[in-house]
């Protein structure tokens, strides 16, 4: 039995994603289950998602996962290795026996590649070169040790894969497959059949009337976008983040999770003067860290995320199941008094006393409040 995990943003789900879907089930065939391990309502680079959870894991089970699993908050908001090496883990909890994903070169062996980086010695990745930043001294690191570059955002994730995986006791089968359509970063390309997420995200701030937005994103999932109270993006969240670094105290900042080599200090003297979020972010921007890096810690900042918040979620990481079909019903059915993952149906005040949900209950609030969608409470898995 095959078993095909994604690892998943859908911010906000597209055209790509279901060319990736269908992709999946012709590995999966008809009798085996997707499953897909989704970030929550905050994501990898340090942003709140355009879509709530529940939206886009409706629009991931409609275009064909069988069992969609909310990342938590301590995973989904990490740079790539960490994002990487708990995605991995989780997936193989849940019995995921093959790992499907999306890079710009399908002919790379990332399972060498992988396993390469893996038997590097630790000395050889303290970076202490404060004139770059760790993630260029790693692309370099890996360019001299392998004999190969890697530097495009896709293959970069999708190497932390690699490397995570081999760490696991039994490895999952590695299934690279070629992004189709714009690249990653790319902007609005008309004559594209599938779009860069963050020009999808684009359009969507900054298109009133959305028009074009059918032909790279389901039909139903554009409908919710139209009835949305708001777009969430930092433009929206600079005052709340300006209000929460000129209120607090330096021993407050200094508390937050990846505060490090006096940035509170930095932070702290520049906000008052920035006048958005981009401006800010090239006050405080050295070399030393990069953008992503100081997007996720602003989050951190604005969220009120400590250091000990995070060392307890890792602690006990659970599973939210966010919806299923047939078949992933049936699946997790038959693996539950098996698998060593703490997966739960019903957020309730027991379940979230500590542990991942506990920090995504508090995180989620500040969603709801701008949103004003509930999302934990009250809510049950989808059904498709």
Known sequence: ???????????????????????????????????????????????????????????????????????????????????????????????????????????????????????????????????????????????????????????????????????????????????????????LQNNKVVQSASAIRNLILHNENNCTLEQWLPKKEVQLLFKQKAYPNWNLLFPFLKYRLESSSLEDLQQIYQMSEGLEYKMKHEIHNAQSFTEFLRMIKSKRYTYSRLRRLSLYTLLNVTQDDMVNSFNHESLLLLGYSKLGRKYLKKIRKDTTADVISKVDQKNTKSGSLNLQIRVDRFYEQLMQVDQNFGRKPLEV
């Open 1 to 187: 039995m095959s078993v095909v995990g994604i690892i998943a943003e859908y911010n906000p789900f597209h055209s790509g994603h279901e060319f990736l879907m269908n992709q999946a089930r012709y590995i999966a065939g008809n009798k085996d289950p997707i499953v897909v391990i989704m970030s929550g309502n905050y994501v990898q680079r340090g942003e709140m998602a355009i879509m709530d959870k529940w939206t886009r894991a409706q629009a991931a089970l409609e275009s064909g996962a069988d069992l969609v699993f909310e990342l938590p908050f301590s995973t989904s908001v990490e740079p790539a290795d960490l994002f990487a090496l708990g995605s991995i883990d989780q997936l193989a909890k849940v019995g995921v026996t093959d790992l499907i994903f999306g890079v710009e070169d399908a002919t790379q062996n990332f399972a060498y590649l992988g396993s390469k980086i893996a038997e590097i010695p630790q000395s050889h990745m303290d970076f202490n070169d404060y004139s770059q930043t760790y993630s260029t001294q790693y692309n370099q690191m890996v360019a001299r040790e392998v004999g190969h570059e890697v530097n495009e955002p896709n293959a970069i994730l999708a190497l932390a894969y690699a490397v995570a995986n081999h760490n696991l006791g039994t490895p999952l089968v590695l299934h690279p497959i070629n992004r189709i359509g714009a690249g990653h970063d790319d902007v």
